[in-house]
């Protein structure tokens, strides 16, 4: 019914940068908030960055200043430009939306398969 897809990950050296996407299909009616968290090996799931409809941003505290994200309402996309990748941004990064559908009012999150950055040293 929905689903999210990301790309634009991939093996990037120290100090370089990535830009990833995350489109958005299926029988969508509206999308609020959307945003990326990544889970690097043996951690948990944490938050990277997060984009209101509106187009209100927050960050977290680990990424401010080198990544920035952004999104596009007329192509459901969601887009992470990242800069001055150190090490410690390799993760499995995933999109999320939360989304109310043609088929329920209700929002719900939704969450794309993920996507791997490896920043080299």
């Known amino acids: 019914q929905v689903q999210l897809v990301e790309s634009g990950g991939g093996l990037v050296q120290t100090g370089g940068s990535l830009r990833l996407s995350c489109v958005a299909s299926?029988?969508?009616?509206?999308?609020?908030?959307m945003g990326w968290y990544r889970q690097a090996p043996g951690k948990q799931r944490e938050l990277v960055a997060i984009?209101?409809?509106?187009?209100?941003?927050n960050y977290a505290d680990s990424v401010k200043g080198r990544f920035t994200i952004s999104r596009d309402n007329t192509k459901n996309t969601v887009y992470l430009q990242m800069n001055s990748l150190e090490p410690e941004d390799t993760a499995v990064y995933y999109c999320?939306?939360?989304?109310?559908?043609?088929?329920?009012?209700?929002?719900?999150?939704?969450w794309g398969e993920g996507i791997l950055v490896t920043v080299s040293s």
């Open positions: 999320k939306a939360n989304m109310m559908t043609k088929m329920s009012p209700i929002p719900v999150d939704y």
């Open positions: 984009i209101t409809r509106g187009g209100s941003t």
């Open positions: 299926g029988s969508i009616f509206s999308i609020n908030t």
